[in-house]
């Protein structure tokens, strides 16, 4: 399975902050916006990973991730040239996906739970066994500004709304998508919504006319974040400096996760950690090994 980051867009809602940075690149505490979404893919062991956004930005994700090496893994760049829906992702990175599976997270989503790697396999697996789409649906107070999953009572989905003014259900979509190869296709075919976009309701309501879509629920003990708003920024980063102060723990820490999954070796992690050594962030990768000669 590849995935892919999108992290385009303008970032409108965050003006004047995103005016000359994309938003994706802004701090969530003690790390760029992006290192979280980043996490959820590497935590589902995916190690190719292909990274879009704006031809302006695009330099300063290269900058700041390389072409993966470092992690073990790989990454690759595409521009999306102007917003056109998040199903456009797809069509952008077609080439990069070729006849594989894949992960599609928006990089302005926060996902963290002791759960969440467990729930990440059990998706991979439901895909790799029936193929289709596996989507999540997550409970909150006011749906009306999401796209809203309903089920029945065998827990089957019977409709998707996007931002639904009468929600059918409290169950919002997070920006967290799995779906077979044959999404390639189906977003080519999909005609442009009233506001010009490819949506990604779109997508997932092509996998449930062929009774193709799945769900799984993230419960009370996951928590997702959606950080495209000030107010959204400062509760992040709030959250994130909470359990990292009170645990020890590093929220969304690529290189503790590309250690622990296997993607490098304590010595890749240490030289790492040396270079950062002058930074609490450098030295908790270094104390995760110990000391090296």
């Not at 300063?60 to 690759?76: A, I, K």
């Not at 396999?121 to 289709?132: F, I, R, W």
């Not at 107070?141 to 003014?165: A, C, T, W, Y």
């Not at 506001?195 to 003990?221: C, K, M, Q, V």
Request: proline share 4%; charged share 25%; net charge negative.
């Amino acid at each position: 399975m590849k995935g892919i980051i999108l992290a385009g867009g303008r970032g409108t809602r965050l003006y004047p902050i995103t005016k000359g940075i994309s938003k994706h690149l802004l701090p969530i505490y003690d790390k760029p916006m992006i290192y979280y979404p980043l996490s959820v893919l590497m935590l589902a062991g995916i190690r190719d990973v292909l990274i879009i956004s704006t031809p302006r930005d695009l330099g300063s994700y290269r900058d700041l991730l390389g072409d993966g090496t470092q992690l073990g893994m790989r990454f690759d760049y595409a521009e999306q040239s102007e917003p056109k829906g998040l199903a456009d992702a797809f069509i952008v990175g077609a080439d990069f996906i070729e006849d594989e599976d894949v992960c599609l997270i928006l990089g302005d989503n926060i996902f963290y739970g002791q759960n969440l790697t467990l729930t990440l396999e059990k998706a991979q697996v439901l895909l790799a066994e029936q193929g289709g789409a596996v989507i999540f649906s997550y409970p909150v107070k006011d749906p009306r500004q999401f796209g809203v999953v309903e089920f029945n009572e065998r827990g089957e989905v019977l409709s998707i709304e996007e931002k639904p003014e009468h929600p059918r259900s409290k169950f919002a979509i997070p920006g967290l998508y799995l779906y077979d190869n044959t999404v390639l296709e189906k977003a080519r075919n999909i005609k442009p919504s009233a506001r010009g976009e490819i949506e990604i309701s779109a997508i997932n309501n092509a996998y449930l006319a062929e009774t193709r879509l799945r769900t799984l629920t993230l419960g009370r003990g996951i928590a997702w974040l959606d950080t495209g708003s000030c107010a959204g920024l400062i509760e992040a980063a709030e959250f994130v400096k909470a359990v990292q102060s009170r645990q020890g723990f590093y929220v969304s820490c690529i290189e503790e996760i590309a250690w622990r999954r296997g993607f490098i070796d304590d010595n890749a992690l240490y030289s790492i950690g040396q270079a950062l050594d002058m930074t609490e962030y450098g030295q908790y990768l270094i104390s995760l090994v110990g000391a090296k000669d």
